[in-house]
């Protein structure tokens, strides 16, 4: 029922910027708390950034503050990944989430090179 789909991943030097959109359907999305999870190879999956449903509150973890920002717009049910000053520790699958529906896009891939 509810969908989302990310896109803009892609193949990136350390230092460059990638925007990730999430195209979100089928819910009431402006209602939900969103997330960003990664998974890179041979790792757990985990949490990136966090906005609450308004778009105040925006949470992120220690690894990426102060480079990724995360924004919403409500009206186009669209969530948003700014990341700058990529590291190749950023190399995952990035995915857009909403935990409460239990909800998980396919994710779109960032490689960043060494």
């Known amino acids: 029922q509810a969908q989302l789909v990310e896109s803009g991943g892609g193949l990136v030097q350390p230092g460059e910027s990638l925007r990730l959109s999430c195209a979100a359907s089928g819910f009431s999305f402006r209602s939900y708390r969103m997330y960003w999870y990664r998974q890179a190879p041979g790792k757990e999956r985990e949490l990136v950034a966090s906005i609450s449903n308004t778009g105040d509150m925006r949470n992120y973890a220690e690894d990426v503050k102060g480079r990724f920002t995360i924004s919403r717009d409500n009206a186009f049910n669209a969530l948003y990944l700014q990341m700058n000053s990529l590291k190749p520790e950023d190399t995952a699958v990035y995915y857009c989430?909403?935990?409460?529906?239990?909800?998980w896009g396919q994710g779109t891939q960032v490689t960043v090179s060494s």
């Open positions: 989430v909403c935990l409460s529906l239990g909800s």
